[in-house]
T-cell receptor, first 114, second 112 residues
Framework: NAGVTQTPKFQVLKTGQSMTLQCAQD?????MYWYRQDPGMGLRLIYYSASEGTTDKGEVPNGYNVSRLNKREFSLRLESAAPSQTSVYFC?????????????FGPGTRLTVT | GNSVTQMEGPVTLSEEAFLTINCTYT??????LFWYVQYPGEGLQLLLK?????DKGSNKGFEATYRKETTSFHLEKGSVQVSDSAVYFC???????????FGPGTRLSVLP
């Protein structure tokens, strides 16, 4: 039971390049999330998916797209990277554990855009 | 909307000192409350939780009590260790777990 996994762990991009961050969970959770974490800013929600086939914008969706490929996988795409997207990206999933919804996080992807 | 407020950091303590990190919330209904911990270079991990008024969550020597009358969920530990140095996030969820709201985090540094 690996929980939430993310790839890659580190990435350096040049301005204008594109990339996809991958996330998978093996806990059979319906809901999945993408956050970014900037120094001193806490967590900010980019997009979330309440169930397979649905996605919704969070607090800071501009410059990103997402795909809920199936129940396990939720990817985040940067079409044209900008230095302002330098951040640590966390994927999370949530599910019912004995009547309480808990959120579980992946280890993060550290992205630098030069 | 729902919100979480945490005490400003950073907090610096000596080993074996008593820790309190304040957390207050605004929410409709009866949210579940959580504390998450983030160690350097890692993702967030669930530390403890409480789901109804007067519940006490506890784990690894940390405790927090769900106080509905004061809308608070303060984190406490009687004797901190250097290994407790991390960022601590207070959070809540309602609406069947689809919406999680996190506080800004409080950085704790424990000195030997």
């Amino acid at each position: 039971n690996a929980g939430v996994t993310q790839t890659p762990k580190f990435q350096v991009l040049k301005t204008g390049q594109s990339m996809t961050l991958q996330c998978a969970q093996d806990m059979n959770h319906n809901s999945m999330y993408w956050y970014r974490q900037d120094p001193g800013m806490g967590l900010r929600l980019i997009y979330y998916s309440a169930s397979e086939g649905t996605t919704d914008k969070g607090e800071v969706p501009n410059g990103y797209n997402v795909s809920r490929l199936n129940k396990r996988e939720f990817s985040l795409r940067l079409e044209s990277a900008a230095p302002s997207q330098t951040s640590v990206y966390f994927c999370a999933s949530s599910g019912d554990r004995k009547g309480v919804y808990e959120q579980y996080f992946g280890p993060g992807t550290r992205l630098t855009v030069t | 909307g729902n919100s979480v407020t945490q005490m400003e950091g950073p907090v610096t303590l000596s080993e074996e000192a008593f820790l309190t990190i304040n957390c207050t919330y605004t929410a409709t209904g009866y949210p579940s409350l959580f504390w998450y911990v983030q160690y350097p270079g890692e993702g967030l991990q669930l530390l403890l939780k409480a789901t109804k008024a007067d519940d006490k969550g506890s784990n690894k020597g940390f405790e927090a009590t769900y106080r509905k009358e004061t809308t608070s969920f303060h984190l406490e530990k009687g004797s901190v260790q250097v290994s407790d140095s991390a960022v601590y996030f207070c959070a809540l969820t309602s609406n069947y777990g689809q919406n999680f709201v996190f506080g800004p985090g409080t950085r704790l540094s424990v000195l030997p």
